[in-house]
């Protein structure tokens, strides 16, 4: 009688351990994502597209989109926002300069662009298969979601740049800055022998 419960028990074991092979092949494939960001964007856009054409297609699903809409403006926000803020919490770390005489602090994200990216892409998923669903096509008149999403998307930009301009910080990378000071006086051009 002990043989019968060691069979279920085996083949659980068995299932774990194709799962977690699973789960480090898919982590393998992610990480050697991580360095193409111009790509894995390419991709999501495709996706986002591939989603908005199920959408358009069967001409529901809008209480979703409003869903992912409002999912993407959190995601958004947390990405356009210093990981520590000066309003809220001071710090005795890295801050964000406040004044011109303040040393230079790199920007550091309270969501970083790989989990942002990565957050947006399986957001697109689950909603692209929530539409294969009816129970998830809730009747709705889409124009009053669509300006619910475009009213608070403007409040919450808003108080976003407002916060930005008041802290002096700009959440993007803008390239390696360039110094152009005076160059040395001499000879026109140097030869090598």
């Not at 993407?72 to 710090?91: C, T, W």
Request: proline share 6%.
């Amino acid at each position: 009688m002990e043989g019968v419960g060691d069979g279920g028990a085996s083949a659980a074991a068995a299932l774990n351990q194709r799962r977690l092979e699973l789960s480090k092949l898919f982590q393998y494939y992610l990480d050697k994502t991580t360095p193409h960001a111009l790509y894995r964007w390419i991709g999501t856009v495709g996706l986002a597209l591939l989603y908005a054409l199920r959408v358009y297609y069967v001409q529901g699903f809008y209480v979703v989109t409003y869903g992912l809409g409002i999912y993407i403006l959190n995601l958004l926000i947390g990405f356009l926002s210093p990981l520590v803020d000066p309003e809220l919490e001071p710090s005795d770390g890295a801050m964000l300069p406040t004044k011109g005489s303040d040393e230079f602090k790199p920007f550091i994200r309270r969501l970083p662009e790989f989990k942002f990216w990565y957050a947006i892409t399986k957001a697109f998923c689950v909603a692209f298969v929530m539409t294969f669903f009816s129970i998830f096509d809730v009747p709705v008149f889409w124009p009053i979601l669509l300006c619910y999403w475009v009213v608070l998307f403007i409040l919450t930009m808003r108080r976003q740049i407002t916060h930005m301009i008041r802290y002096k910080y700009i959440p993007f990378n803008l390239g390696k800055q360039k110094y152009s000071g005076k160059r040395p006086s001499g000879s026109g051009s140097s030869t090598r022998d």
